[in-house]
């Protein structure tokens, strides 16, 4: 089985929608520890539009899994990575108006900037694993570069539906057993729900998903009718 590590910035999405302090991520990340999540995953933005500082390094103090941050590769992001000392970084691409993380990055074309990154995060025994899309030269350059892991982006293949999407998942089948023929550990993630995700846990090169979104949204409808009985009772 796949280790499930569970991405919390949609509960930092919702207490930003207010500006107040709730929902706290923190008392999140405690949950679905409790329930079984091999780690924790948070991606701090440039633009703090969700996760804040402040988050992360109450994350630090209290996380006892796995704590994966995904970050721009950037020095700012690298400094408070190593400042913090996290378990994993997951470089993403990252765009200021993107709704979420859109594409994998282009290791190939920026081999020797991200070569470096790689290296400064590895030499404070962070793990390193680079977001990129399915593609075999991208998992070569990773290879190359010194990354630790790669973690494939499921995006297309949950975007799709029939024929187009056993292809995709063909790609990320492929890509997985490529990766780990160069000695990379595989993770994967991004879009993954509660019907298309079993597929993907099936493979077996990859040893870890991240998965966000669909488990906040599950969470708000498991846990409303309790919400509201609570309620009703302090009303009443
Ligand atoms: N993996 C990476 C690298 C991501 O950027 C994201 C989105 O933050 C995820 C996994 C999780 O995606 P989702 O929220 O769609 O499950």
């Not at 019907?195 to 040893?207: P, Y």
């Amino acid at each position: 089985m796949p280790a499930l590590c569970v991405n919390i910035d949609h509960i930092a999405t919702l207490r930003e929608a207010r500006g107040g302090k709730e929902p706290e991520p923190l008392h999140g990340a405690l949950i679905c520890e409790k329930a079984g999540a091999d780690g924790i995953t948070f991606h701090l933005r440039e633009d703090r539009r969700h996760i804040q500082d402040k988050d992360v390094g109450d994350l630090r103090e209290n996380i006892r899994s796995k704590l994966n941050m995904e970050m721009a590769a950037i020095s700012e992001m690298v400094k408070i990575a190593k400042k913090v000392k996290v378990d994993q970084a997951t470089l993403v691409p990252e765009k200021r108006r993107e709704l979420t993380t859109e594409g994998g990055l282009d290791v190939s074309k920026q081999k020797d900037r991200f070569k470096k990154i790689v290296k400064n995060l590895k030499s404070d025994k962070i793990l390193v694993s680079l977001f990129i899309a399915p593609e075999l030269n991208q998992i070569r350059a990773s290879s190359q570069i010194g990354a630790d892991a790669v973690e494939i982006h499921t995006g297309a293949y949950c975007n799709t539906r029939g024929r187009e999407q056993r292809q995709e998942l063909e790609k990320i089948k492929k890509a997985a057993r490529f990766a780990k023929s160069l000695g990379l550990r595989v993770f994967a993630g991004h879009g993954l729900n509660y019907r298309n995700a079993k597929n993907v846990a099936a493979i077996a090169e990859i040893e870890e998903l991240n998965i966000g979104h669909s488990v906040i949204s599950r969470a708000v409808f498991k846990g409303l009718e309790t919400a509201v009985k609570d309620m009703r009772r302090i009303v009443k």
